[in-house]
Structure formats: C-alpha cells, structure tokens
C-alpha cells in the first residue's frame, strides 16, 4: 500500500456529491474482497434523497462510517467546512491511505485534508482536463492530481495531460473507467420500456440534463438555454430530470412552457440510465453521462464548449454544441439514428475498480 501500512491498513473513501457514489461503489467492493479495511466517509455535500440515499440503496454501497453534513454553501463555506469536518476524523481514524474520486468540492477538500495531514492520497479520475478555468471542476481537478500520490486515470489523454504537468510516470497508473464498471455491473438493470411507461413516453424521446453553472446561473444564460430547448421540443419530446441547481433560474425562463417538456424531479440510477439507453438521443452538460451514452451507444450531444473527455469524442457517440445549434443538431442525430458500431474507450471494460485495488495493496 501507498502508506507502507501492510495488508491491515485502512483505507478511508471520500465522498459527498452524486457523482461520487457509482465511481466509488466498485473500489469499495474490490477492497472488500481483498479484506483491505475500509471506512467511507460521506460529506454531505449532497443531501437530498435523490440526490444520494437512492445511490447507496440502488449501488448496494456500505452505510458511510460518518456523514459530515456540510450541505450547500459557497466554494469557500463548502470546502472549508468538508476540510473542519474531515481533518478531525482522519485524525481520530489515521489512516494509511485516503481515496477521492471525479473533480467535485469534496474532492478537493480531501485532497487537501490528506497534503496538510502528509496522509498518502489516491485520485480516481486523475489527469481530465478542460483547460477552462472558469469550471470550478477544473480548478478541483489540477489541485487534487498536484496533490496525490497516485494517479488513477481512466483515458490515454489523461496519462499525457499528467505528463505535460511534470507528474512523475510511477505515480500514474491507467486503470479503466470505473463508473463504466457501475454501468456494466447493473446493465440487466437498464430496461428502456419501463422508463418511458414510468414517465409517459413515446418511442422517440430526448433526455437532457441541465445544471452547469455556464448554462444556468444567469438569467441570460437560462432564458437561451430554454430557447434551445423549446426548439428541441418542436421536434420531439424531452425528459428532463431537472438538478435542483437549475430550477430556479430555468423555471423563471419558462422551460416547462412547452407541451412537449416533461420536467421532472431527480431520479434514481436505474430509473435515468434506463431511460437514456431507450433515448433517440442525450442532450446534456453533465460529464460522467458523456460516459455512459459513450458505452450504451446513444448519442450525445454535450452542451458545453469543451469537453474533459474528449474521449468520449475519438471512441464514442459524444459531440460539443452550442445553444444556437443544438436543434439542428438534434435533428441530423434523429434522421441518422443509433449507431450500430462504435469504438470504445479502451479498458472500460467492467475491471477499474480491480485494477484500483490491486495498485492500493501494490
Ligand atoms: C456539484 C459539482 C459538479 C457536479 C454536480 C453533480 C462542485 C463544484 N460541483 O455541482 O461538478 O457535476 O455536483 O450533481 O462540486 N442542492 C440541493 N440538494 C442537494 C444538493 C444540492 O437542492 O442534495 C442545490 C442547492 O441549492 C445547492 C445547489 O444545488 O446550492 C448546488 O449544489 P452544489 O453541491 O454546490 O453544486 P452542484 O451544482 O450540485
């Protein structure tokens, strides 16, 4: 282990926002059958039931040894707080190792907890980048990989994003995707008719979900963001399971003011991928859902300018729009219809989180 700690050396998780949880679910597991000791930690960063307990019932994960409940906040309340929380329970618990996952605030703040505590860290996700350093993602991402000791990265692009930062090569160790063990794991799971029956869908739908601060913070932003989306919805229907960071500013821009938008609550893992893998096409400016349409073969259409996953470009079905065109774009993705072939990325093969636990015990 990293820690030099032998066989019995405990390992802690660190994790706090949604996207955390299916990225965690198969480390947890793989350490578990190596009887590596192991205690997760949960920071609250997400909280409402939708937004966390449906993961942890849905993923089968562990009950987390703590919750620190930091909740919502600014940048500085939100990390500061993880930092209060966290730095005393690894203090209490010393752990010979200290595991985060993706670019999320919780990450950071462990990140730092573990630098200032000298507590050997390991990163899963190390080495994405948008090279946008309005994204606070970005900001997490560059601290934390600077930060750890090693690097578990999911794509070539990342081993190389690493190098040109001066990472030392031992440090990286190119693992797989292990969200995508999450996906392949549950994939009996994922049944496209019971969605649409769930939300009252025809045969060719839209998902879409919207909650990048770009898109919807500002109300110039939401009111073009909603335009788009309307003109999506002149074509067919859309599902949008709506984050609660949106719902203000989208609902004073009038998203629901469509006959063809459903917006609904955020719902559950097996519920959304099921009705992205029965959907014409995924219009989104989430990260990790670039992922999953990547391996279920629906294309994607990320609202973004950049992207850190640019494989998801080379070997799947993801392309960058832009507001203004996102119809059009919609509607070559309908007229074209699903691939039948296409590249995967290579080691998003169901194993990440076995290669992950393995480099921990070393
Ligand atoms: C966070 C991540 C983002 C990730 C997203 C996935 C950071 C900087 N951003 O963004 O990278 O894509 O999670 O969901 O860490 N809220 C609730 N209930 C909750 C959680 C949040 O209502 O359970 C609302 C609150 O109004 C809160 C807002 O959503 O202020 C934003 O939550 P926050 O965790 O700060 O950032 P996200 O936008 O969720």
Redesign the pocket.
Known sequence: MAGGGGTNALVVHVTG???NFPKAAPVIRALAELDVPQLLVHTG????ER??EVFFRELDLPRPDVNLGVG?GT?AE?TGSIMVGLERFVIEHTPDLIIVYG????TVAAALVAAKLQIPLAHVEAGLRSFDWSM??EV?RVVTDRLADMLFVTSPDAIANLGNEGCHPNKIFFVGNPMIDTLLANIDRFDPEAARRAHGLPDKYVVATL?RPANVDKPADAQALVKAMHAVADQVDVLIPL???GRARLGEAGLDRHSRVRIIDPIGYVDFISAVRGAAVVVTD??GIQEEATILGVPCLTLRPNTERPVTITHGTNRLVMRESLADQVAAALAAGRPTTWPVPPLWDGQAGRRIAEAVVG
Request: hydrophobic share 10%; no cysteine.
């Open positions: 926002a949604r996207p960063q997400h909280y409402d937004m966390s919502s940048h939100q670019d999320v605030n919780s606070p993602e997490n909650h984050h609660p960071r989430s990260g």
